[in-house]
């Protein structure tokens, strides 16, 4: 079995597409110090985008013991995203 890539995809205008992304960057603080991951997987999000498809990206940073921790989030990474 072969895997598909985005050359398969044909018509996605509108259709929502999940992309597991790795957005483990480092962070000073609120500030993200090295954008490589970000710019490794901005082509792909670019094509998606390019053919109308609706991207969501599905990422995470932890959560350990299940419990939320602020230093955690990923809201200081979606500035250098967008």
Do not use: C, Q, Y
Request: no cysteine; glycine share 4%; aromatic share 2%.
């Amino acid at each position: 079995m072969a895997f598909k890539t985005l050359d398969d995809l044909t018509d996605i205008t509108g259709k929502r597409v999940l992309v597991r992304v790795d957005l483990n960057v480092p962070m000073d603080g609120p500030k993200v110090t090295d954008t490589t991951r970000i710019e490794r997987v901005l082509p792909t999000i670019r094509e998606l985008s390019d053919k109308k498809a609706k991207v969501i990206l599905l990422a995470h940073f932890g959560r350990p013991k299940g419990e939320p921790i602020a230093e955690m989030s990923l809201a200081p990474v979606a500035p250098a995203v967008a």
